[in-house]
Every structure is written in C-alpha cells, then in structure tokens.
C-alpha cells in the first residue's frame, strides 16, 4: 500500500503547525527579539527565492501559476519581515531604562 504524496505533504505541514506552535509559545520573553531577527532572516531567504520563482518564464507567460505563487510570495514575506522589525523595535523599547521626572 502506497500513501498518497499530497497526505504525506499534508500531514507534515500539519505536524509542523503543531510543532512551530508549542516551541513558539514555550520561548521566554526575553529570548522573543532574537527569535524574531531569526524569523526576518529567514524570510529574507524565503524572499530570494520568491523573486526568482516569480520572475522565472517567458515574456509571453508572466502569468503562470510559479509566477502568481511567487508575487505572492514576495507579499506575504515582505509583511512578515516588515512586521518582524515593528515587534522587534516594540520589545527594545521595553528594555530601555525609563527617564525619571524631576
């Protein structure tokens, strides 16, 4: 008997849902801006490939599924690693010493 190659897919994408969401939510607070520079680094990575795979092809055929995934791609990374800096710069405000009034 032979599994299905999209169950298989399937049910690692799955695993890893479960996976990336209990390692996640266990990282103490303090460890949470590092977390994020890895995160934007590898989205970073995750653009590279986005750009190659969305201008990959022929003039004639811009609009190819590789294509559409790609620019897609590049959209979705772009806001994680935008957002990514936005959390980043929001957790080192918290460590920053607060000026006292006098």
Same mark, same amino acid.
């Given at each position: 008997?032979?599994?299905?190659p999209?169950?298989?897919?399937?049910?690692?994408?799955?695993?890893?849902?479960? *996976?990336?969401?209990? *390692?996640v939510w266990?990282?103490?607070?303090?460890?949470?801006?590092?977390?994020?520079?890895?995160t934007?680094?590898?989205?970073?990575?995750?653009?590279?490939?986005a750009?190659?795979?969305?201008?990959?092809?022929?003039?004639?055929?811009?609009?190819?599924?590789?294509?559409?995934?790609?620019?897609?791609?590049?959209?979705?990374a772009?806001?994680?690693?935008?957002?990514g800096?936005?959390?980043?710069?929001?957790?080192?405000q918290?460590y920053?010493k607060?000026?006292?009034?006098?």
């Open positions: 008997m032979e599994i299905d999209f169950i298989f897919r399937l049910s690692i994408f799955i695993l890893s849902i479960f *996976v990336g969401y209990y *390692v266990s990282v103490t607070p303090s460890l949470h801006t590092p977390l994020m520079s890895v934007n680094a590898i989205s970073s990575v995750i653009i590279v490939g750009i190659i795979a969305g201008l990959s092809g022929n003039i004639e055929s811009i609009f190819d599924t590789s294509n559409i995934f790609g620019f897609l791609a590049i959209f979705l772009a806001i994680n690693i935008f957002g800096f936005l959390v980043t710069q929001r957790m080192l918290m920053k607060k000026k006292k009034n006098k």
